[in-house]
């Protein structure tokens, strides 16, 4: 089942939601763009996850997002999910569209998390304010009450 979320999550709900999403998530990714640059934010944020980095490469479409007609602009970066991650993430930001918001230069860009199997459990295209969440279950579904 898919939900999709038009209104930003911030606070507390934002903070539950990451919680219930690394439930289910081994990995994340988030992506940043050469065209809008990279702030000393989004820098130090590679830095603190270097030693769970999984994989990274240039691109230019991911989950929420395609580049056409434009040279290879961007960079996806993949990481475990972790006690250790998940804090981070929870540290850095305060709501869910802080990926990628209207400035694009703070944190990076559309953060997204995946299953063992490497579905996406939670995408986000920030700067669009949406995001698409995916749940297996009704059950799955009723849990996100406080969404």
Not at 46 to 55: A, G, K, Q, R, W
């Given at each position: 089942?898919?939900?999709?979320?038009?209104?930003?999550?911030?606070?507390?709900?934002y903070k539950r939601l990451l919680?219930?999403?690394?439930?289910?998530?081994?990995v994340f990714s988030?992506?940043?763009r050469k065209d809008v640059g990279i702030s000393e934010r989004s820098i130090r944020l590679?830095?603190?996850?270097?030693?769970?980095?999984?994989?990274s490469y240039p691109t230019n479409e991911w989950l929420s997002n395609e580049i056409v007609d434009s040279p290879i602009i961007g960079h996806i970066y993949f990481y475990e999910l972790n006690?250790?991650?998940?804090?981070?993430?929870?540290?850095?930001?305060?709501?869910?569209?802080?990926?990628?918001?209207?400035?694009l230069t703070d944190l990076p860009e559309d953060v997204a998390f995946y299953d063992g199997k490497k579905r996406p459990v939670l995408h986000v295209n920030g700067h669009e304010n949406y995001a698409i969440l995916e749940?297996?279950?009704l059950k799955e579904y009723l849990k996100l009450t406080f969404l």
């Open positions: 089942m898919e939900k999709n979320i038009k209104k930003n999550i911030k606070g507390n709900k919680i219930w999403v690394s439930e289910s998530s081994t988030f992506v940043t590679i830095e603190s996850l270097t030693e769970f980095l999984v994989d006690k250790t991650t998940k804090n981070i993430l929870l540290e850095v930001s305060n709501s869910l569209f802080d990926w990628g918001d209207d400035a749940v297996s279950s």
